[in-house]
Nanobody, 119 residues
Framework: QVQLVESGGGTVQAGGSLRLSCAAA????????LAWFRQGPGNERERLAE????????YWKDSVKGRFTISRDNAKNSVYLQMNDLKFEATAVYYC????????????WGRGIQVTVSS
């Protein structure tokens, strides 16, 4: 069992930056890839980026490449998402997830945190 708690959301002006954090608790966190998803109004949940314990990262969403950076602090069992040059379409609920290396889809999810990009 892995518990995930997101923090750092809020309202930011377009073009601004925000850093999301996700604290993971449980056993064998090193066996999980941690990822960020988001779900905007009327949209399906989409995977943004994922990072393994080793630091290997995968960015799934082309529109965030170069502006969003995922990182992980293994000593703190935490994953972060630095978001720069935010655009209106980034308004969404952002979710942290944990995917065991033996599975294709996440097993655990955080409750989500709201990010709103304003003019």
């Amino acid at each position: 069992q892995v518990q995930l708690v997101e923090s750092g959301g809020g309202t930011v002006q377009a073009g601004g930056s925000l850093r999301l954090s996700c604290a993971a608790a449980g056993r064998n966190i090193e066996n999980y890839a941690l990822a960020w998803f988001r779900q905007g109004p009327g949209n399906e949940r989409e995977r943004l980026a994922e990072i393994f314990y080793s630091g290997i990262t995968t960015y799934w969403k082309d529109s965030v490449k170069g502006r969003f950076t995922i990182s992980r602090d293994n000593a703190k069992n935490s994953v972060y998402l630095q978001m720069n040059d935010l655009k209106f379409e980034a308004t969404a609920v952002y979710y942290c997830s944990a995917r065991h290396a033996d599975y294709a889809e996440p097993l655990y999810w955080g409750r989500g945190i709201q990010v709103t990009v304003s003019s």
